[in-house]
């Protein structure tokens, strides 16, 4: 069948490049385009485009595998692949994560903007569109080893590189996870893998969960890394101008501050107090003060026993 597709795909990028040429086209070439066409779009049904390499040194996180593929990326590999929704294409923003998104808000590199003409998929250079019309662009693949070449029109051996050996990431659907906003999550209460979750047609999906490997048995949801160990709430520090600070794991709790060193042990606030630290001062708890979090991985033993002062 990948035999049938090259062949289709080769001969019918030949006729279309004596159409962006502006050669006339005789009757009998126009028969065979027309029977190209029609067995692209009806007969043999939507040419797929092939699955790409994806970057994953940058980091966990969504990336773009091709316009119209989301890949979750995790280990430094891929771990699973999503396609998008019809009418979305694949958008990487300015921090590099991907996601999918409407046509109208898209890369125009993902779609056709002229006609007739060639767009070559900005994130997978094997996969490009043919673009006949508004309603009749038809997606298409080189062959392995090749990407679409906009200086001749045409497949071309890809550029030899360096290999780059990846780890495999080990992946499992079990337990089921359930997805209420988008983001990276913990597996709890073991910690031992995450799973992603990402809007697609207005309903939240799940990835899937990742498993840790032994090396870094733990995820740690303040870095989205699995790690060796994650250590304990961060000390208290003050500024060199800060008068007090707030205390990093009890809401009613500070530390007096001198030339940006802590002095002392903590105080605690009043009974139904919590110390904001942008009045500097103890008021009542009326919900308006963010309390520290503490990591939900973390495994250590946590102290919280501030009291009210007594007389």
């Known amino acids: 069948m990948a035999g049938v597709r090259l062949i289709t795909s080769r001969s019918l990028q030949h006729l279309w490049i004596l159409a962006l040429q ?3 086209l005789t009757s009998l070439t126009m028969m065979h385009l027309l029977k190209f066409l029609f067995c692209l779009t009806v007969a043999c049904g939507a040419v797929s485009l092939t699955e790409a390499a994806v970057d994953c040194s940058g980091g966990d996180g969504f990336k773009c595998e091709s316009c119209s593929t989301l890949a979750l990326c995790s280990g430094g590999s891929v771990a699973s692949t999503f396609p998008c929704q019809s009418g979305e294409l694949c958008e990487e923003g300015s921090s590099g994560t991907g996601s999918c998104m409407l046509v109208s808000a898209s890369r125009t590199q993902c779609q056709c903007s002229s006609y007739p003409s060639y767009v070559v998929d900005s994130y997978d250079p094997q996969n490009y569109l043919l673009c006949f019309s508004s309603t ?15 200086v001749t029109s045409t497949c071309a051996a890809v550029p030899t590189t360096s290999t780059v050996t990846t780890t495999e990431v080990t992946t499992t659907t079990e337990p089921t996870v359930t997805c209420t906003e988008d983001g990276i999550f913990p597996l709890l209460p073991s910690c031992s893998g995450y799973y992603g979750c990402y809007t697609v047609g207005g309903s939240v999906v799940s990835t899937g969960i990742v498993s840790c490997s032994e090396s870094t048995p733990v995820f740690n949801p303040d870095t989205l890394a699995c790690e060796a160990s994650i250590s304990g709430p961060a000390t208290p520090t003050c500024a060199s101008d800060d008068i007090v600070t707030a205390d990093t794991v009890e809401c009613n709790a500070f530390y007096v501050c001198n030339s940006g060193a802590t002095v002392g042990e903590k105080i605690c606030c009043g009974e139904g107090q919590v110390f904001n630290p942008a009045t500097v001062n103890c008021e009542a708890d009326t919900g308006s003060v963010t309390c520290p979090t503490v990591n ?11 009291l009210p002062p007594t007389c």
């Open 136 to 150: 009749l662009q038809i997606p298409l693949s080189c062959a392995p080893g090749e990407e679409f070449d906009t």
């Open 22 to 24: 502006q050669r006339p």
């Open 296 to 306: 939900p991985c973390y495994t250590g033993e946590i102290e919280k026993k501030c």
